[in-house]
């Protein structure tokens, strides 16, 4: 699976942005799809991930109620909504695919995009 990361860029607090993941190649295996940033000096964090079949999806704390994660099965796609975003919110971020069905464990996702970054000035 090849996945290409768009839609970054750098916002003020309080503002939003839309995150893309496109994927293309082989997905038959894919279960889940999932976002995950890193930032400077700091580990690689689970931030949201959506089951492909389902639809069934799960964020992390420091994002429930400001980040929403969505597919579309037709276009090959998930999306991060990014409302409410905060300066701790800087870091780049990646989407990856998972053979695992709900896992938030950044070692059981095999493809990943090449990040992009988001920048929140405060």
């Known amino acids: 699976v090849q996945l290409q990361a768009s839609g970054g860029g750098l916002v003020q607090a309080g503002g939003s942005l839309r995150l893309s993941c496109a994927a293309s190649g082989r997905t038959l295996s894919t279960m889940s799809v999932g976002w995950f940033r890193q930032a400077p000096g700091k580990e690689r964090e689970f931030v949201a991930v959506i089951n492909w079949n389902s639809g069934s999806t799960y964020g992390a704390d420091s994002v429930k109620g400001r980040f929403t994660i969505s597919k579309d099965n037709a276009k090959k796609s998930v999306y991060l909504q990014m409302n409410s975003l905060k300066p701790e919110d800087t870091a780049v971020y990646y989407c990856?695919?998972?053979?695992?069905?709900?896992?938030?464990?950044?070692?059981?996702?095999?493809?990943w995009g090449q990040g992009t970054q988001v920048t929140v000035s405060s």
């Open positions: 990856a695919t998972s053979p695992v069905y709900g896992s938030i464990w950044y070692r059981d996702f095999d493809s």
